[in-house]
């Protein structure tokens, strides 16, 4: 795909950043997100796009991704059995991939399916990691029912290691936590979301560290970020092999 020169400069903006000496352009990674409805066969009927600030001034991307996405195949959430029309989210990660001057290809990194944080609660900052500047990242699973409301809150196991001061402060905010489930022929479903909870302080006036609110899980080349959450075992299911897949 060849895209305007008019969305150079955008483009050129968001990979150099900071390195805007560089002359080359570095591939700019997106995370964008689709409220999306398939019919009982797995066809999408429907793609609403979530805002996405960073993908703001490039519609054109999303434009591509839209017409790609129709045509992606799923399976359906059940209901004794039969498929049903089925609402989920669809995250999918991509990265522009610079061709030489104006040109860019899209190429999909991964997709997923599943619910969604609808609304967090920050942790409270232990006294004692705020008093010895502690920092770090607790990656949590959460188990919600059918309205969203969560049953359990957990340490997910093989993460890496948090003080467990932090990860207690992690895991009593989640509880009060709620989610946005699939719906499936009309009904929420209950399901499992993991994603980093993070902490970071520093003394007064110092240069913000360069922290990592980032998450790899086991299987998956794309890390979770901080605000975004991995469905375990969601109710919509993608068929079709898009990791790697350039537009």
């Not at 290691?161 to 402060?169: D, E, G, I, M, R």
Request: charged residues 15%; contains cysteine; aromatic residues 6%.
């Amino acid at each position: 795909m060849r895209l305007p020169i008019l969305l150079g400069l955008p483009l050129l903006a968001l990979a150099c950043g900071a390195q805007a000496a560089e002359t080359t352009p570095q591939p700019v990674k997106l995370t964008l997100e689709w409220n999306l409805s398939i019919d009982a066969q797995g066809h999408v009927t429907r793609l609403d796009a979530v805002e996405n600030p960073r993908a703001s001034p490039l519609p054109q991307v999303r434009e591509k991704l839209d017409q790609a996405i129709r045509g992606w195949r799923f399976t359906p959430g059940t209901i004794d059995g039969q498929g049903e029309p089925t609402n989920t989210l669809l995250v999918v990660a991509v990265a522009l991939l610079p061709q030489g001057g104006d040109a860019y290809r899209i190429r999909v990194d991964d997709a997923r399916t599943g619910g969604r944080i609808a609304k967090a609660v920050p942790p409270h900052y232990p006294y004692e990691a705020v008093h010895n500047y502690t920092s770090g990242m607790v990656v949590v699973r959460a188990e919600y029912d059918a309205s969203g409301r969560v049953t359990s809150a957990t340490l997910e196991q093989g993460a890496p290691a948090a003080p467990t001061s932090l990860t207690k402060a992690a895991i009593d905010a989640v509880r009060h936590w709620t989610f946005q489930p699939e719906r499936v022929g009309g009904r929420g479903v209950a399901g499992t979301d993991v994603f980093p909870v993070c902490f970071s302080v520093m003394p007064l006036g110092a240069k913000p560290p360069a922290t990592n609110c980032n998450w790899t899980p086991p299987g998956h080349a794309i890390a979770i970020g901080e605000g975004q959450a991995l469905a375990l075992g969601p109710a919509t299911q993608l068929l079709t092999e898009v990791a790697g897949q350039t537009l």
